[in-house]
């Protein structure tokens, strides 16, 4: 085995884990803490099961990502390579592809649309 999930409670009393090389170098962690071990658990259960077939993103200074929401929605947002969200679709649609036309139009329109300042109460 070349390396191992270590499960932890930390200082906060949160879980969280870390994947260990054998060589002793952490390779991965939970980024956050879980309120529970349980939780801890499943997201370890998340990376291996995502991890092997999970695409890797070449980010240059932000990218677009397409995603099913929680209510079966399609939804974009352009994410800065910092991982903050700089915009977002504000609406779920029904289908992918309805979220790529959508990615599509902001990308064809957005570099040449001109500003206007709106009056309070008067923006949708």
Known sequence: MSAT????EDNAGEYRWRLRH???????DSGEGYASKSGAR???DRVRE???DADVL???NAAF???EDNADEWRWRLRHRNGNIVA???EGYASRSNAVDAVTGVKRNA???AEETVEAGTAD
């Open 58 to 60: 070449d980010v240059g």
């Open 42 to 44: 499943d997201a370890i």
């Open 50 to 52: 995502y991890g092997p």
């Open 111 to 113: 570099p040449n649309a």
């Open 65 to 67: 990502e397409i995603y």
């Open 88 to 90: 977002d679709s504000g």
């Open 5 to 8: 999930f270590e499960l932890y």
């Open 22 to 28: 054998r060589n002793g170098n952490i390779v991965a």
